[in-house]
C-alpha cells in the first residue's frame, strides 16, 4: 500500500514564528488532506487540497502531485496552533478511505 | 449540519465486557469510515461502508469486532469481549461520494480496564 511520511515528527516553536511541515507519498493521489488535532483530540480539517495551492489565514498548503509531497505553512503561530498535524491519502489512486501519515506534533511556547 | 456525531465520548469498561461505540454521519454522505487511534499504530482505518453496505473491512483486528450500518444515519461498532488492549480513540468519519473530502467525529475513548 501507499506510504505517507511527514516531517519534522516534533517541532517546537516560539509564539509569533513560521513553520514548513512536509507530507511525502510513495504513489500518485487525487485526494489528500491535512488535518489538525487539537489537544482535546478532536481532528480538525485543515485542506482537501490534490494539487495546487489553498489558503485559510494564516495557514496554507501545496501540493505538487506529480512529485509526490504536500507541505503546510503555518505563519506567525500562536499557542492555539498546538497539537499534532496528519496528512493523508487514499492507499491507492482510486481508494475510499484515507491512509494517514505519523503526524507532526507541535508546540507552540508563549 | 451538525457534522459527525459519536457517543459516547468516553467509555471505560470492564475486560470481557461488551462495547458498542455508535455513529451518525453527516446527512447526504455516502461513505462511512471507522477508525482507531493507538499510540503504537496511529490512526488506522477498521471498516468502512458505501450505502450501508461494508466495502472493505480487513482493518478489523479480530472477530470480537464487528460494525453494521443498519440505515443511511446510523452505524454501531462492537467489541465483545473487550480486552485491555482495544483501549483506543475510536473515530467515525463520513464523505460524499467522489473527490471530496471526510469529517470525522469528535471520536470515543475507550478504556478497558
Known amino acids: 500500500g501507499i506510504q505517507v511520511e511527514q516531517s519534522p515528527p516534533d517541532l517546537i516553536l516560539q509564539e509569533g514564528a513560521n513553520s514548513t511541515l512536509r507530507c511525502n507519498f510513495s504513489d500518485s493521489v487525487n485526494n489528500l488532506q491535512w488535518f489538525h488535532q487539537n489537544p482535546w483530540g478532536q481532528l480538525i480539517n485543515l485542506f482537501y487540497i490534490p494539487s495546487g495551492t489553498k489558503q485559510n489565514g494564516r495557514l496554507s498548503a501545496t501540493t505538487v502531485a506529480t512529485e509526490r509531497y504536500s507541505l503546510l505553512y503555518i505563519s506567525s503561530s500562536q499557542t492555539t496552533d498546538s497539537g499534532v498535524y496528519f496528512c493523508a491519502v487514499p492507499p491507492t489512486n482510486a481508494g475510499n478511505m484515507l491512509t494517514f501519515g505519523g503526524g507532526t506534533r507541535l508546540m507552540v511556547k508563549p | 449540519d451538525a457534522g459527525v456525531i459519536q457517543s459516547p465520548r468516553h467509555e471505560v469498561t470492564e475486560m470481557g465486557q461488551e462495547v458498542t461505540l455508535r455513529c451518525k454521519p453527516i446527512s447526504g454522505h455516502d461513505y462511512l469510515f471507522w477508525y482507531r487511534q493507538t499510540m503504537m499504530r496511529g490512526l488506522e482505518l477498521l471498516i468502512y461502508?458505501?450505502?450501508?453496505?461494508?466495502?472493505?473491512d480487513s482493518g478489523m483486528p479480530e472477530d470480537r469486532f464487528s460494525a453494521k450500518m443498519p440505515n443511511a444515519s446510523f452505524s454501531t461498532l462492537k467489541i465483545q469481549p473487550s480486552e485491555p488492549r482495544d483501549s483506543a480513540v475510536y473515530f467515525c468519519?463520513?464523505?460524499?461520494?467522489?473527490?471530496?473530502?471526510?469529517?470525522f467525529g469528535q471520536g470515543t475513548r475507550l478504556t478497558v480496564v
Open positions: 461502508f458505501n450505502n450501508n453496505v461494508p466495502i472493505d
Open positions: 468519519a463520513s464523505r460524499k461520494w467522489g473527490r471530496t473530502e471526510a469529517f
